[in-house]
C-alpha cells in the first residue's frame, strides 16, 4: 500500500505541479492586495480539490458509461502524461499557461481568475485529472482509495502554502532553480508515464 500511494502522490505532485504555478499566481494576481491573493488561493484550491475528486470517484464509471477500458485509458493516461514531462524536461511552456494567464488579467472579479485558470486547467488540468483517474483505478482496496482521496487533499494543500508564499519561493528558488526542479519532476513523470503505458499493454494482451 505504501508504494501505491507514494506512486499516487509523485504522479499528482508532478502533474499539478504547485512549485511552477508560483510565477503563474503572481502574474495573475498582481495589483492585488494580500485579503485578495489569500482568497483567491483558498477558491482555487477548493475548486480544483472538488474537480479531482469528482473524477478519482466517478471517472472509472463513467468510463465503463462510454465503454472505454481501464487499460485503454492508462495507455492514453499514460501518453499524455509523458507529453507534459517531454515538455518539463525541455523546458517547452505549454501554451495553455501564457493564453490563460493574459485573459484572466483582463477579468473584472478576482473571484473568476481562482476558478479559471487557477484551478482550471492549471491546478486540475488534463494531467492531473487522468493521474487521478489511474491512480483511484489500481488501489487495491478501500482504505488504499481513501488514503489517496486524502493526498488530492495534501497536494491542494501544498498548492495553497505555495501560492500565499508566492513571492518568497520565486525569490528565493530563482530562474535556475526553477528550471533544475521542472527538469527532474518531468523525468519523474516520464518514468511514471511509460509505466502507465506498459501496465496498460499489458492488461490488453491478458485480456
Do not use: C, W
Not at 499524455?80 to 484572466?104: C, G, N, W
Not at 521542472?182 to 494482451?205: M, N, P, S, T, Y
Amino acid at each position: 500500500m505504501f508504494d501505491y500511494l507514494l506512486e499516487a502522490f509523485v504522479t499528482l505532485f508532478v502533474t499539478v505541479d504547485p512549485l511552477g504555478l508560483a510565477p503563474l499566481f503572481i502574474g495573475l494576481t498582481a495589483g492585488s492586495n494580500r485579503a485578495d491573493r489569500m482568497y483567491v488561493a483558498v477558491r482555487a484550491t477548493v475548486i480544483a480539490s472538488g474537480v479531482l475528486l469528482f473524477f478519482a470517484l466517478i471517472g472509472g464509471k463513467l468510463l465503463a458509461i462510454l465503454g472505454i477500458s481501464l487499460a485503454a485509458f492508462r495507455i492514453a493516461g499514460g501518453l499524455l502524461l509523458f507529453h507534459i514531462a517531454f515538455q518539463m524536461v525541455f523546458s517547452q511552456k505549454r501554451p495553455r499557461d501564457a493564453s490563460d494567464a493574459e485573459t484572466a488579467v483582463t477579468r473584472d472579479h478576482i473571484r473568476d481568475i481562482a476558478a479559471f485558470p487557477l484551478a482550471i486547467p492549471l491546478l486540475a488540468g488534463p494531467g492531473a485529472i487522468s493521474a487521478s483517474i489511474l491512480a483511484a483505478s489500481k488501489a487495491p482496496n478501500l482504505a488504499a482509495l481513501g488514503a489517496f482521496l486524502g493526498l488530492i487533499g495534501v497536494v491542494m494543500g501544498i498548492a495553497f502554502a505555495v501560492f500565499v508564499a508566492a513571492e518568497q519561493i520565486d525569490r528565493r528558488i530563482g530562474e535556475t532553480g526553477r528550471v533544475v526542479i521542472e527538469r527532474l519532476l518531468g523525468l519523474l513523470l516520464a518514468a511514471l508515464a511509460v509505466q502507465f503505458v506498459a501496465d496498460g499493454i499489458k492488461a490488453v494482451v491478458l485480456a
